[in-house]
């Protein structure tokens, strides 16, 4: 492998984990808000 | 009413206003990752290097030595047998696992640091060294693993105050600070992991190594992973206590390098930072797009903490 084939590796699993955590958290917040509201009702 | 602005103070406190953390962090993730790719010049990093004469030495990927009259590039493991000193060099001559004659020559005007030792017959017996080696396009993954490793020790820094500040009032909020901090921070122990295993394949020749950087990075790792699994319903005074105890592994992962002899490379040391001023300027603009990111996630684990606690308590209520 070329050493810019590391090079896009390594960064594609820094933003692939960043923006993938984001979502994983977006995604348990708006479950919980929904439950939320669902409870205050 | 009172409850619910009380429980999103703390959300305030960490800067939980999307629209300019989002910006910033866009933009200067940008920036970074413009300079990093396009503008910064591949460089020469430094290595620290020990050669004894009856011993063995690892060259890297980035190392060149001669075999055969031609030039040969690491990673190979060379047994030395003798370390010669001429007016511009410190030439490094012995065998290959299969043989053959190798000799690496590393200039005096790449070395920073020496320490040699001279042998009965006059010649070096032991030789430490730090010098430059050309490292090629795949250093440029170092711009992000400095930035995340940042933010992991920021993240890990937030646990421990967190953690510290819960068992003396026993706020529900820190422990929710605690746990999204220490989510973070597992996520960038994970990614300093993993990128620095890439970069270490081309440099090294292998993916992982015993050096005690990656060993205690991996403690680091293994004893985050430890706390995550530890928490859960009714643990928060245990994983409050684990949470401060295990910080010690952040410092002890940072020092390292400096209590013990290591393959990695040392950026920072005793002699001041060994990196020219486009290098650190690059860095110090990946690490603040780090934290801005950071911030971001952060604000956004701290909001599931809360609306967590906030089902928890409805449904207690409701059971009541």
Redesign the interface.
Known sequence: ?S??T??A???A??WV??FG??LY??K??KR??S??EL??E | MKEILEKTRLAKRYVVHHDWTRLGAAALVLLSVYLAFIWAPPINAPLQSEFVEGGSYFASGKQSFTVDGASVTGPASIDVSSIEETDSAYVVTGLLGDGREATLTVQKADVTQVVAKEGSGGDISRLEIVHSVFQGESWRIFYFHVGISWVMALAFFHTFVASLAYLRTEGQRWDIVAQASAEIGFVMATLVLVTGSIWAKPAWGTWWNWDPRLTTSLVLWLVYGGYLGLRGEGMERQSAVYGVLAFASVPLTFVSIRLWRTVHPTTIDSSGVNMGSSIVMVMLIALVAMTFLFIHVMSLSIKVGLAEEKVKEAKRSIRE
């Open positions: 492998m050493e810019l590391y090079l590796a390594a960064y699993a820094i984990a960043f955590y984001s958290l977006a348990r917040l919980l808000e439950e939320v409870l205050n």
